[in-house]
């Protein structure tokens, strides 16, 4: 048997629920649809934090926040962590990255053999150099502006942003990449017996919210805003993402349809991607291929937009994987609750790898094979260093600081997440049993 390929797909700030494949109706994902058609989607995968950095780290890590030391935007990885990628790097596999990574410090490899890096993802933050002369260094860069939400949802519409230019020049040097790879004549470079582990990782459908004119004049039409508009009254729901100022309905709508336009662009880049694996004479049978994005979007339900928050379109991320050789069965649908940190050690299993000491990683090919009666159905999401949920069965469980209430959501009772169950009796035990884990995994943080 020749060795196994991975292809991981990424985009950000996808929501769950937005593909053909999840009942969406009105956004186009024939590719993606295909994948979740002849593989397995799993229904309750989380993000190990509803915000970039950190949960792109603790991918790659195999490890919470609170773990591996990324807890906030900013913040990155120490030079030489032990990622999937340096694993599997350790046992032969050629591990290659065509996009966003989003390293801000020194190590911008991060145990990736190659980097092929079109877009605008590789470059070392000023915070993270010391031996910069900070007056200086005041004196000639200015601050980075950022609009503020409102801003980004009034400027919706028409317009091609940097990461559209990004996206496309990565897809381009993937498909480069495996041709060199594969079928290269030149210097009989090609090594199509050597494993590789492709990752394509684009930065739409994150906003900003614009897109060409002819494919938002096609989803304005279609688009509607969400009819769950109750937040609750707690201040990490109704704070500031909740109801953005001076932002009109015709303004949320074009953003809708921007989002829909990316959505479906990001599955096209996915697709030329896949052809070209074919193209290259490859049987895509013979590769494990996994599509997940970093967290999701609230885009207008509970009258929030942007991340941040466990709310289910925040926090929820969509998970897909194809590999008949790899488990049986296609069209299956998962329900057991399951974490991006996971696809660490399955990539580990899948390249007969170590998996190293220190991570929360459970291999999803476990669940793959049929184990859904000895998985452990829990999910943990951590950010801004502070915050917590931990997702078991159906109930999500929040906390917020000894100072906040606790909130406690029954996704079976409740689906739109409109009611605080954490002082319900009935569910006392429950929440003893959550405040029991909290402490396990360092909520509230201990002194010193």
Known sequence: MSPPHILFLMDDQHRFDWFGFAGHPVVKTPNLDRLASEGVVFENAYTPAPVCIPARQCLATGQFPRDCGVEQFGQDLPPGSETFARALSRVGVQTVCSGKLHHLGPDQMQGWNQRICNGDDMELSLSFR?????????????????????????????????????????????????????????????TPERPLLLKLSLQQPHYPFCAPEEMIGSYLPLVEEYENQHCLDHFQCANWTHNPEGVDQQQRLRALAATAAMVETCDAHFGRVLDQIEACGQDLDDWLIVYCSDHGDLLGEHGKWWKLSFYEGSVKVPLVIRGPRFFPGAGRR???????????????????????????????????????????????????GEFVMIKQGALKYQYYGEESPELLFDLVADPGETRNFAEDPAYAEAMQAFRNRARELGFPRKAG
Not at 133 to 158: C, F, H, I, Y
Not at 349 to 363: D, F, H, K, N, Y
């Open 334 to 384: 998962i329900q057991s609750n399951v974490n991006l940190c996971d696809l660490f050690a399955t990539f580990c299993e899948v390249m007969e790898a170590p998996l190293p000491q220190g991570t929360r990683s459970r291999s999803l090919l476990r669940l793959l094979n049929g184990g859904e009666a000895v998985w452990p159905d829990e999910s943990v999401s951590q950010y801004m």
């Open 130 to 190: 010391d031996d910069l002369d900070d007056a200086a260094v005041s004196a000639r860069v200015p601050p980075v502006n950022m609009w503020s939400l409102s801003e980004e949802l009034q400027r919706a519409g028409t317009g091609k942003s940097p990461y559209y230019t990004s996206d496309r020049l990565n897809t381009e040097g993937a498909c480069a990449f495996l041709e060199e790879y594969f079928v290269s004549p030149f210097y009989e470079r090609a």
